[in-house]
């Protein structure tokens, strides 16, 4: 695989697609579609070459030699801009345990979204083409590592998203998009000023052995790096390290979403589409937790020490509250939407316990939740497409109709809820194994478990109400799956039973580069206080 640009054809496939759809006319939807599904699937083949190609045993996460399919060359380059002297851009690609499972979950979801999109109502044309588009941004933000290449690929998806929750989504849609935005534009505007910031604050030796600014993310996580003038250099007596980490925890925070910024959240999912919906629960959220790990945690692991009760507070709030707003719906969107907020939560508490195992478990919570709340989601759109109502009221005896669907919910459900097997069981335990592990987070991590309790509630509820008890002969002729929607479902339940069986798959991708990651925030930067705290 040396020198072959797998990484640039992961990312830029879509575009590449997307400029085949604009010259096909609006009429030829079926080409339009079939484009969008080559594509997605060939990025799926990818993926998995990648992954077959990928080298277990290869450590640590701040040094060129420890990520693979390296891709790196000068992008931007002006000189002569009087003390600043030369401002250089590169691009520069490369993944490691971390971010393979995330290039992974991105194909999968896509390909699948793609399948969902087949009934798309109007416009396809600018549908397909925003999607691919949108599939590029998500991309890119993984393999990434350059700041400045993270955050154009993080600005990129702002667009298509919007678009597809306001053109293509329901009655508040305008509502619901114009709020996404604002949100993640504020935190983007966070993002972007922590980022100058730190480009001020490091430089890495040019070939020519010259010292020059970086937006390098593996220069900014090594300490001797960093100027004693930098205005976020850990030498730098003042808090400004400490305003900075906040203020990019906020821009994360916003994408994970985490309580209080967590609001655009149910209004997008309910008003978006089916397969934006699993975009938006399979990937986007991800983003955020993926941020704080590839770029707070290890540029920043003086604050990350020093807030981890904090973020731990946050993560049990997001599983408790998520799981007794979930419970409350009567929405099946809404519920699944808060259910998603409750298990993003593991996340947090995972990686606040700042331990192997914890941070083992939160990175495999991140492709379980995708791979769960996508099926979640598009059993959600089964349902509505077929009956225009999403009020779990208003079913009633539907396993009697619909077998084969009630049998992959029923997968699904018990996948959210944690059940030995299912491969959400596995990545919660690690997360509840890594911050009872750690005096720091375990009281919080006790609280947490109430979000099982409730999880198993409103999860054993929601089937009750919609699948058993007496059927509701307003439904009596309703279809069951066909072989488009089987597609879609088997794939998801495949997995999801597939890494709860064998949990070390995916476990031995990302341990050494956790472990990594692990060591690096326990240990760098452990003779600087931040200052103001």
Do not use: C
């Not at 991309?139 to 290449?149: C, H, T």
């Not at 053109?167 to 508040?172: A, M, Q, S």
């Not at 979640?376 to 759109?381: D, K, R, S, Y």
Request: no cysteine.
């Amino acid at each position: 695989m040396d020198g072959f640009p797998i990484l640039s054809l992961l990312t830029f496939l879509p575009v590449l697609g997307m400029v085949i759809i604009l010259f096909l006319k609006k009429e030829q939807e079926k080409e339009i579609k079939y484009t969008a599904l080559i594509v997605t699937g060939l990025q799926v083949i990818l993926a998995a070459i990648l992954l077959g190609n990928y080298d277990y045993s290869m450590a640590g996460i701040n040094d060129v030699n420890s990520f693979q399919f390296v891709e790196k060359f000068r992008w931007i380059e002006v000189t002569g801009l009087s003390w600043l002297g030369t401002l250089k851009v590169d691009y520069f690609m490369g993944v490691d345990g971390i971010s393979v499972p995330m290039v992974l979950l991105t194909a999968i979801v896509s390909f699948i979204a793609t399948i969902s999109s087949w009934k798309i109502p109007k416009a396809l044309k600018g549908y397909f083409a925003l999607f691919l588009l949108l599939d590029t941004g998500m991309m890119g933000v993984f393999v990434s590592l350059d700041f400045f290449l993270f955050y154009v690929f993080w600005e990129l998806m702002l667009l298509p998203m919007y678009f597809l929750i306001g053109i293509w989504g329901g009655p508040r849609k305008e509502y619901a998009a114009i709020k996404f935005f604002l949100y993640t534009l504020v935190g983007s505007v966070f993002m972007l000023l922590v980022m100058i910031g730190l480009y001020f604050s490091a430089t890495e030796t040019l070939a020519d052995g010259t010292q020059a600014f970086t937006f390098n993310l593996l220069a900014l996580m090594n300490q001797a790096n960093y100027t004693a003038t930098g205005i976020l250099s850990p030498y730098n007596p003042e808090n400004w390290r400490f305003v900075a980490y906040i203020a990019l925890f906020v821009g994360f925070a916003i994408k994970v979403p985490m309580f209080p910024f967590h609001t655009w959240l149910p209004d997008a999912h309910v008003e978006a589409p089916t397969p934006i919906s699993v975009i938006l629960a399979g990937v986007l959220l991800k983003m955020g937790t993926y941020g704080l790990l590839r770029i707070s945690y290890p540029i920043f692991p003086d604050v990350t020490r020093e807030l981890m009760w904090g973020i731990a507070l946050f993560g049990m709030i997001n599983i408790v509250y998520g799981a007794f707003v979930a419970l409350a719906q009567k929405d099946f969107k809404k519920l699944i939407a808060y259910s998603s907020v409750s298990h993003m939560g593991y996340v947090l508490l995972g990686m606040a316990s700042l331990s192997s195992a914890g941070i083992n478990g939160a990175v495999f919570q991140m492709f379980n939740h995708g791979t769960i709340t996508a099926m979640l989601f598009l059993i959600v759109g089964v349902l509505y497409d077929r009956t225009h109502t999403r009020g779990l009221n208003d079913f009633g005896g539907l396993a009697a109709t619909l077998p084969r669907y009630t049998g992959f919910v029923t997968v699904a459900f018990f996948a959210a809820i944690g059940l030995p097997s299912m491969s959400g069981f596995i990545s919660e335990a690690l997360v509840f194994v890594g911050a009872f592990g750690v005096e720091t987070t375990r009281t919080l991590a006790m609280i947490s478990t109430l979000g099982i309790l409730l999880g198993a509630a409103y999860m054993l509820w929601t089937l009750q109400r919609v699948f058993f008890g007496k059927l509701n002969e307003k439904w009596a002729d309703i279809t069951d799956l066909d072989t488009r929607e089987l597609i879609m479902f088997i794939p998801l339940t495949i997995i999801i039973i597939f890494l709860g069986v064998y949990p070390s798959f995916m476990l031995d991708i990302m341990s050494t580069s956790v472990n990594s990651l692990v060591e690096i925030v326990t240990t760098s930067f452990s003779n600087i206080t931040v200052s103001g705290l």
